[in-house]
């Protein structure tokens, strides 16, 4: 079984609509981090956590929430899915080593 | 702010020549410097990460990079190309101190000719 999962792994919706990405480890890290790319852009930091608790905003939250429910449970919202939210998302975990393991990506398409 | 940059948005090569790609970071320290690779369709897997000591470092898939500090770089070699090596490669720096995120650069596709 994979260390990161994702659901749903692939998401068409509307502008306007409310989207939930969900992402669970297995791997017992505190760690967990939401990315979003793009294409010529790489990957770029939308929230991390370090523990259910400690929720930090990456250089691009506008738009987005997150959610930590669990040590193993990381979500990330779109309230209102706009065009340019259409990317692909990732999620990571880490531990205090830093080398981030990461999950198989949720294509997500905002009409 | 950390920042990675990667110079070359695609590189092509040859089947069994061999392949350098170009990483380089702008940080005040040593970073903690990573080489990811995205096989189409999939996640990024770790190829190698370079924290302290020896400057040259061995990853899986006979992959190796070298960390120069005079040239604040790292950059990515692998004496001979498979066909399977072609993907999206991405370096990162982590700050290290009390930042524990990863900077990615943008990316290098490589294209690997028969």
């Known amino acids: 079984d994979a260390d990161v999962t994702q659901t749903p792994r692939n998401r068409i919706t509307k502008t306007g609509k409310r989207i939930m990405l969900e992402c669970s480890q297995t791997?017992?890290?505190?760690?967990m981090y939401w990315y979003r790319q793009d294409p010529g852009l790489g990957l770029r930091l939308i929230y991390y956590?370090?523990?259910?608790?400690?929720?930090n905003k990456g250089e691009i939250s506008d738009g987005y929430s997150v959610s930590r429910q669990a040590q193993a449970k990381f979500s990330l919202s779109l309230e209102s899915a706009i065009p340019n939210q259409t990317a692909l998302y990732f999620c990571?975990?880490?531990?205090?080593?830093?080398?981030?393991?990461f999950g198989p990506g949720t294509r997500l398409t905002v009409l | 702010a950390q920042s990675v940059t990667q110079p070359d948005i695609h590189i092509t090569v040859s089947e069994g020549a061999s392949l350098e790609l170009r990483c380089n970071y702008s940080?005040?320290?040593?970073?903690?410097l990573f080489w990811y690779v995205q096989s189409p369709g999939q996640g990024l897997q770790l190829l190698l990460k370079y924290f302290s000591g020896d400057t040259l470092v061995q990853g899986i898939k006979g992959f190796e990079a070298e960390f120069k500090r005079s040239q604040s770089s790292f950059n990515l070699r692998k004496p001979s190309v498979h066909w399977s090596d072609a993907a999206e490669y991405f370096c990162?720096?982590?700050?290290?101190?009390?930042?524990?995120?990863?900077?990615f650069g943008k990316g290098t596709l490589l294209t690997v000719n028969p």
């Open positions: 940080y005040g320290a040593t970073p903690y």
């Open positions: 791997k017992g890290h505190d760690r």
């Open positions: 990162a720096v982590e700050g290290g101190g009390s930042n524990y995120k990863l900077t």
């Open positions: 956590s370090f523990d259910v608790k400690d929720i």
């Open positions: 990571a975990t880490s531990d205090h080593r830093w080398e981030q393991f």
